[in-house]
């Protein structure tokens, strides 16, 4: 739903005059992507850089190795497999096309801030393309050097994927909400998965691999850094909607001494879109640190896979091209492997064998192969409070809550922050809608590309969901929607996702632990195998699925 703002919606009325009173403030921020932000009260002076990065090798492969098992990819399937298959004693070698991540930049800091993007922020653009891109129809997008950055926005038509580049994967961007599903949601999930083996131990496997833990409630119901969440409940709770509170992999000890400015503001800064300096535990910190400490594990970053094919004399011969920090070719390599692994994300694994198999060079993979993608239903919106009801200047960029209306309106919608370091006087959030439209990629003869299949007009379901809930709170509090923060006139951000799920789908593509059927040896360990939707968002339930997987594929094929 786009077009001019309507500012007499909500029941008394809102007024125009009401509703710029009301968000006025935003017409500094158009200035929040070019120019630092003063450093928050409570630090002194401003934040330095967190705890050093986990070390994790990283070590160009040479050409003409070989490695028992190759892992395509650093995201949360492909570190569950590389760490169980190194304590199996099984060497792994990691590809990863993004950088390590473990060399700070001129400010200190190994990643830029959410507000001060820069050559580190986004993967190979001239001009960075932020998520929310405006501020009163402001854009806030700017020019950056051209880099091997942490965000990719990867267009296809009708919709932006934005995914994780570097070593750690989207555990790298995303803000640590680690949701398990409930279990009555689990059959539309995974049909073909035993959901009390799930629940009884794997989600509590990769629940305890990851380090998910729950905020302290009593804390959470004070600190400033929250109040814009307290908001959130409190307008979801007038409205009648469940309000829940959700684990996330965030250091919660952490944070409380960011609130108490003693340490480094870390999300307290608003560190999550392009990366977190400090207390976020990224796979690096968790999954990868534990691969590494068995001495079985080496990754070699900025390193591309562009071909697999079976080899003479058994296993896959791979080829890799080693790029430099501009996305250039250094060097093309082969190596060979006994088994490979994707898990290059959703996307990244789909368009990889999607071009092998169209290309002849895994022709016996099945037609299955780049089908049932789905954008995990997500869209965004914003609403546009009182000034009565401000939402606070400091805000935590790690989100704790979220609204579940899955079973009346088919949407869960995260409270997420807007931490801009100024009041907003605005509620922000990134729905997850059940939604049955899926596409397909496809090999492309004419450009040697693969493409999406993606409708732009079947995100309408999805804002239907998230309108069932959010209507009905702009109702109730007299409130609108924002309309500014996506493009001019735009009330709904519905032309991304950051769930991508699907392409190469358990039982359909794969046998029912992620074979790759046509090849032995060859497996999908990510969320390509879980076909576009998850209910909540997806991390926990990949890694946890990769969990279940590699430990029936190290007992029978190793």
Request: charge should be neutral; include cysteine; glycine fraction near 12%.
């Amino acid at each position: 739903m786009s077009g001019h703002p309507q500012y007499g919606e909500g029941t008394d009325g809102v007024s125009r005059r009401r509703f710029l009173a009301g968000t006025g403030s935003l017409l500094g921020a158009a200035a929040l992507a070019g120019h630092a932000t003063p450093a928050l009260a409570g630090t002194g002076t401003a934040p330095t850089a967190g705890p050093a990065p986990t070390a994790v090798p990283t070590t160009p492969l040479p050409t003409g190795a070989h490695v028992p098992a190759l892992v395509v990819g650093t995201g949360y399937g492909g570190s569950v497999a590389a760490l169980r298959l190194a304590r199996a004693g099984i060497d792994v070698h990691m590809v990863e096309m993004g950088m390590a991540w473990d060399t700070p930049g001129p400010d200190g800091k190994v990643f830029a801030n959410t507000t001060r993007p820069d050559y580190r922020s986004f993967w190979l653009r001239s001009r960075t393309k932020q998520p929310l891109s405006n501020f009163l129809g402001i854009p806030l997008d700017k020019d950056v050097p051209r880099h091997t950055g942490i965000l990719d926005a990867e267009d296809f038509a009708g919709i932006t994927v934005y995914q994780g580049r570097g070593v750690g994967g989207g555990s790298l961007v995303n803000g640590g909400m680690a949701v398990t599903p409930r279990r009555e949601n689990f059959a539309a999930i995974l049909p073909t998965v035993d959901a009390a083996e799930m629940y009884a131990t794997y989600y509590p496997r990769a629940n305890a691999g990851l380090g998910v833990t729950a905020v302290d409630q009593s804390w959470w119901e004070s600190a400033d850094c929250y109040q814009y969440a307290r908001v959130g409940r409190r307008h979801a709770e007038r409205s009648g909607f469940p309000f829940v509170f959700v684990p996330n992999v965030y250091d919660w000890d952490y944070m409380k001494q960011e609130a108490a400015g003693a340490v480094p503001r870390s999300a307290l800064d608003g560190e999550v879109i392009y990366g977190n300096n400090a207390g976020k535990k990224t796979l690096r910190k968790t999954y990868l640190a534990q691969a590494a400490a068995t001495g079985r594990l080496a990754v070699s970053a900025l390193h591309k896979v562009t071909s697999v094919t079976p080899a003479p004399g058994g296993g896959y011969t791979v080829a890799i091209d080693q790029i430099d920090t501009t996305g250039a070719t250094l060097a093309s390599k082969t190596v060979t492997a006994d088994k490979v692994f994707f898990a290059a994300g959703s996307v990244g694994t789909s368009k990889l064998l999607t071009r092998l198999k169209a290309t002849g060079a895994l022709p016996a993979l099945n037609d299955r192969i780049g089908k049932d993608w789905g954008d995990n239903g997500n869209v965004m919106c914003g609403r546009a409070n009182h000034m009565w009801d401000p939402t606070g200047a400091l805000q935590s960029a790690m989100p704790t809550a979220g609204i579940d209306n899955w079973d009346a309106g088919g949407a869960f919608a995260e409270v997420a922050p807007l931490p801009t370091g100024i009041e907003t006087y605005a509620s922000f959030y990134l729905s997850i809608t059940k939604t049955p439209h899926r596409a397909e990629f496809r090999w492309n003869p004419a450009t040697g590309t693969v493409d999406l299949d993606w409708d732009r007009a079947w995100k309408q379901t999805s804002v239907d969901a998230a309108k069932a809930i959010f209507d009905k709170i702009n109702a109730k509090e007299g409130t609108v929607y924002r309309s500014d923060l996506f493009g001019a006139y735009k009330i709904w951000g519905d032309h991304l996702t950051y769930h991508p799920l699907g392409g190469a789908v358990l039982d359909r593509a794969t046998d029912n632990h992620g074979r790759l059927h046509g090849y032995s040896g060859l497996y999908v360990i990510d969320g390509a195998l879980i076909p576009g939707n998850t209910s909540v968002n997806p991390f926990v339930t990949i890694t946890a699925l990769a969990e279940r997987n590699i430990e029936r594929i190290v007992a029978e094929d190793f």
